[in-house]
Structure formats: C-alpha cells, structure tokens
C-alpha cells in the first residue's frame, strides 16, 4: 500500500524567507507560475493553510506490499496512514466533494491517496478525476501513489489534468528495497527479493522521469527506516532530483506493534528526531524540503491548519479561534445523536469573513469489533469527547444528560437548538450571534479604557 | 471450484480488479469479504501461469484451492509466523 500524506514545506514560498532551515528554496529554485501552483496547495505549501483539501478513497487494492503497512485498513478508531474508514465508488465520491464543496468554499485541492494505491485501481481512479474535473474544473487534482505502474499511466495521468503528484520511494537500492517490500505483484505475478526490488525501482524511476516531463509537480515520500534506508538518503534525494522531483519529504516510520505491521511486529524501531533532521539535511543538499508531515488518512478532508503550531501567529490564532464540532455521519442537517455520530466536522469562525470554514471531518471509534486492538465501551465515549475537545461547542440533534454534564465540564458547550436544521444554517446563526457578542464585549472594554 | 476465498479475507479489492474471469464478488451478506464464484473461475487455466487472485491477494488463508489448502500459508508473504488469533475479526 501507499504511504500517502499530507505535508507542508520547510522550505517555504517567498512569502516568508525567515522560515527557511534547509538550505533550500522553493522559491529559488522554481518559476514564479509554479510557485503559485504550489503556494495555493495545502500538501505542499505551509503558506495553503486556509485551502481545505479532501481524498477521495476510491482506491482500495494495492499492488505492493511494504513493510510498514498492514491490509487490515479498516478500523475506524486508528488513525494511520493507508486507514480509511470507508470506501466510496467514484460517483460516491463527487457527492461526497459537492457536499463538502457547498460548505466548504476554500476546497481546492482533490487528490486520491488510496487506502490502496491510486494506480492499481486505475478505472475508480481516472472515473473519480474525471467526475472532479468536469464538476469544478478549477480543483487542483492530484494522486498518491507506490509508482509500479506510473510510467504506465503518467500520459493518461496528465490528460485528466492531474498536475500534483507524489511517489514514495524508500531507496533505489535493490538490496535495501529487498528489506522494505516483500513482494509485488507485476505483468500478472508475484515477485519477490531482489527481482521484486529491481523491478519496482527501475518502474519508479521510469515513472518519476516520464511525470516530470510531462510537467507534473512531483513530490518524492520517503519512510525513513533506521538502519535500513537512512544511509543512502543522499543518494536516493540526487537521483530522484535528477529524474525532475521537486521536492522531498521524508517521514517518520510508524511501526506500533498494534498495526500489526511486519515492522510493528518485529521491532524495527522508528527514527528519533535527531535522525529524521539528520536525513533531511542531507537531502536538503539536492531539495528543497518538506516538514510537518500529518501522514493523513486515504479519506482525510479539511485544512491543515492548527497542526504546526511552531510559529507565534499560528499560536495566537489557535489561542483565539472558536472551534465549533458537528456531529453528521455525512448529512447535510444537523440529524445526528452526539452518541451515534461516527465522525464528528470540525468548523472554525473566521472574524474577518464573519463566517464559519471547514476545517476538517474527524472520525471516532464508534463500530469497531477487534476486541483484541479496539476500545471498549467507556473507551469509545472518552475517544468522542477527546476528538472535540478543542472546540468550544458541539451540535447535535439530541445528546444524554451524562454526556452533556462531561462536555460542560470540558468547557465545550452542547447544542442541540439547530437540530434538524442544515448545518450552513446553523452555523451562520451562530456566528452571527458570536461576532455580535465579541463586538459587543469590544466595544465594552474599549469604553472602560475610555471611562478609565 | 478451483478457488476460494475465506473469512480471512479483509476485503482489499486486489482480487477483484484482476481476475480475468469477473469470478470475483462482494459477499452480499457482508461486504467486508469477497467471494469466488465457483463455476465462473477457471483456476485462470489457459490464461495466466499463477491465479490472479492469490498472485496479488496480500493476506495469508484467505484464497484457498480445491483441496481446501491455503495458496498463501502463514508466513509466505510477511515472513512472520503469526500465532492463531481468537480474537481475529474484520472490523
């Protein structure tokens, strides 16, 4: 499977050079109209932060197996890379984008990222662009993908419009690749070792060559494994320059012995952070780089904004900002239990527009079996008041005393006055009332300074 | 029959996308797995030289042949020996 991500660069856009720590520019090194390509995407640009994206998980088979991933994807309480919680056909898919797009104005980016990998689905994966495409030709399309078959499909690729692209490649040494993939399925069978190895590198490198000359924006993923592919970082970041990626973002390996990965299971530690910066700075030799990586879900929606966290505005902003959480399993009204929701949109008020923006849909462990890895009962509320626990009120269309009590408790106040209205409205009313308070409580303050 | 799928199966899809016979199906009664039309499969006799199904299937048990013996045994394809699971489900 994919490791797919969502990330943001180090390396930033011109708009802010102060930031720079690797030596590299994006700002340097690309022409001004890709740089605008790129500052408007929040997978590749910090600068994005206020463009919501949005996967579409049409793409469950994969046709690799890595090391780091495990197939078992779907259990909704874990929250990984190749997770998904459900799947959507491509017609699912653009009722799912015109739905979050009438909320969502500032979605501008669609790309596919599995659960699989885009390109062994490739019917689901060109329908699904194609369907995007024709509804709003405006949104930027991208995939994610393990690069087996990209030269295969690189022309097709660019002929749907698709012009962001990442691949992950973990090393172009056949022996350390030996150690990362199993085995892969290609020209109907499976290879394994070396043979698996060598083939999956020479298609990966054939792909990255035949995208970038076509002018796609390549992005290069890395999962940094210690002792595995950590000493030929260097290596791996020249050559995929060389072939035209444009930038690298190497990753953290997860290995939790509970994904039951084959690394999970067998120790294989991940970098510390030390040797993450110590791997980046050595491909930032070659390429701009890129940090912050969230390692998101094949059906994550929203903005990134509020994970960085490093810089002073962003804290201020997070300090301030009025988070409101939805309890919908999809809807468009405001008809779901607090204790039924499976997932819950997050929206944050946006004082200059005076509106409510989508910020991201967050899933909760609510219908999960595995008894041996999943929560049980009590488990499964605290994980629903943890999901919301930044934000300061939830709507729902009814909600227990018990609940309720916990959620006054953790500050966040419950509403259920907009139930069965739809949620834009709701959300309009409710901003309107917070704007005119906040103005009010100003107006107050600033005449005790006055009267002071 | 020539294969089938078992209830290890997690519902990938892989299978589906590449048998050449359309043999491949959603279980109606639980849309997690996937099953194997007996009649539609031809063991891909004639057309390929592995089945499809278990030449890309990434789960240990889950595609079976005719005698009811794992294509993919424990250990074949993630080199672990893993422990049978009590608890195993398909979530």
């Known amino acids: 499977m994919e ?53 579409l998980p049409v793409a469950p088979a994969c046709n690799i197996q890595c090391n780091y991933c495990n197939r078992k994807y779907d259990c909704s309480n874990e929250s990984r890379p190749g997770v998904v919680s459900h799947l959507v056909d491509p017609h699912g898919a653009l009722k799912q984008f015109r739905a979050i797009k009438k909320r969502a104005p500032n979605l501008t980016v669609v790309g596919i990222a599995g659960p699989g990998d ?238 409510f923006q989508f910020l991201e849909r967050r899933q909760v462990a609510q219908y999960c079996n595995g008894e041996s890895a999943c929560p049980d009962e009590e488990a499964d509320k605290q994980a629903m008041f943890k999901a919301i626990e930044d934000c300061r009120m939830v709507l729902c269309s009814r909600i227990g005393i018990a609940p309720w009590r916990t959620l006054e408790q953790m500050g966040i106040t419950p509403n259920v006055d907009h139930a069965f209205a739809p949620i834009d409205v709701a959300l309009a009313a409710i901003a309107n009332s917070q704007l005119a308070a906040t103005t009010h409580s100003q107006k107050e303050s600033s005449d005790e300074v006055c009267h002071y | 029959m020539k294969y089938a799928i078992t209830d290890k199966c997690v519902g990938c899809h892989a299978c589906l996308l590449v048998c050449p016979s359309n043999a491949v199906f959603a279980d109606p009664d639980n849309p997690k797995q996937f099953m194997i039309h007996p009649r539609r499969c031809t063991g891909c006799e004639g057309q390929h030289a592995a089945p499809q199904c278990a030449s890309i299937c990434p789960v240990e048990e889950a595609i079976v042949n005719e005698y009811a013996i794992a294509v993919n045994p424990l250990g074949s394809l993630t080199g672990i020996e893993v422990r049978e699971h009590v608890n195993t489900s398909i979530d």
Request: glycine share 8%; with cysteine.
């Open chain 1, 3 to 55: 490791l797919h991500t969502d990330e943001r660069l180090s390396a930033t856009t011109s708009s802010c050079p102060s930031s720079q720590t690797d030596g590299a520019s994006v700002s340097h090194l690309l022409p001004k109209d890709v740089q605008q390509q790129i500052a408007r995407h929040p997978c590749y640009s910090k600068q994005a932060h206020q463009y919501a994206r949005m996967h």
């Open chain 1, 118 to 355: 885009a390109l062994a689905n490739p019917k689901a994966t060109f329908s699904a662009l194609k369907l995007i495409r024709d509804e709003d030709p405006s949104a930027q399309l991208c995939i994610s993908t393990n690069g087996l078959m990209l030269a295969d499909y690189a022309d097709a690729l660019a002929a749907h419009g698709v012009n962001h692209l990442t691949i992950t490649i973990n090393t172009i040494r056949p022996e350390i690749a030996a150690q990362i993939y199993p085995w892969i399925y290609y020209d109907h069978q499976r290879l394994r070792g070396l043979e698996a190895a060598e083939r999956l590198i020479r298609n990966q490198l054939a792909g990255l060559e035949a995208a970038a000359k076509l002018g796609m924006l390549v992005k290069v993923n890395t999962v940094l494994i210690p002792g595995i592919n950590d000493a030929d970082i260097a290596e791996l970041s020249a050559a995929v320059k060389a072939r035209g990626a444009l930038l690298h973002n190497i990753m953290p390996l997860i290995s939790a012995a509970e994904h039951g990965t084959y690394f999970g299971v067998t120790g294989q530690r991940g970098p510390t952070e030390a040797e993450l910066a110590s791997a980046r700075e050595a491909s930032g030799q070659f390429m701009p780089q890129m940090t912050h990586c969230q390692q998101c879900r094949a059906d994550a929606v929203g903005t990134l904004g509020g994970g960085c966290g490093t810089e002073a505005d962003n804290a201020s902003k997070a300090d301030n900002s009025f988070k409101v959480a939805v309890a919908t399993n999809g809807e468009p009204l405001i008809k779901t239990h607090f204790g039924h929701a499976q997932q819950f949109e997050i929206y944050r008020l946006d004082p200059q527009a005076g509106e």
